[in-house]
């Protein structure tokens, strides 16, 4: 199945993931309806062919080893870490 891979940044205090663009990633498979090989037209209705994708995938092109912006604002970089 095809899935969405979304690249963005990753704060390593805090755990949290920010998007920063996402591409799809084809299967190249036949019965697909989101891949660019599908072999049925336009409005298919075979119950052959898969109809979701597969999640995303995050991948972290930046990774930093701070807090993201919304934990600082919420100033729970104090002490002990209660951002989830």
Same mark, same amino acid.
């Given at each position: 199945m095809c899935y969405n891979v979304i690249d963005g940044k990753l704060h390593l205090l805090c755990q949290h993931f920010i998007p920063m663009s996402t591409r799809q990633q084809d299967c190249l498979r036949p019965n697909c309806l989101f891949s660019r090989n599908h072999?049925?037209?336009v409005g298919c209705r075979s119950s052959s062919c898969q109809r979701m994708m597969q999640p995303p995938q995050r991948n972290p092109i930046r990774i930093h080893? $701070? &807090?993201?912006?919304?934990?600082?604002?919420?100033g729970e =970089?104090? =002490?002990? &870490?209660?951002? $989830?």
């Amino acid at each position: 199945m095809c899935y969405n891979v979304i690249d963005g940044k990753l704060h390593l205090l805090c755990q949290h993931f920010i998007p920063m663009s996402t591409r799809q990633q084809d299967c190249l498979r036949p019965n697909c309806l989101f891949s660019r090989n599908h072999a049925h037209p336009v409005g298919c209705r075979s119950s052959s062919c898969q109809r979701m994708m597969q999640p995303p995938q995050r991948n972290p092109i930046r990774i930093h080893e $701070s &807090l993201c912006a919304d934990c600082v604002m919420r100033g729970e =970089g104090r =002490g002990v &870490l209660k951002c $989830s």
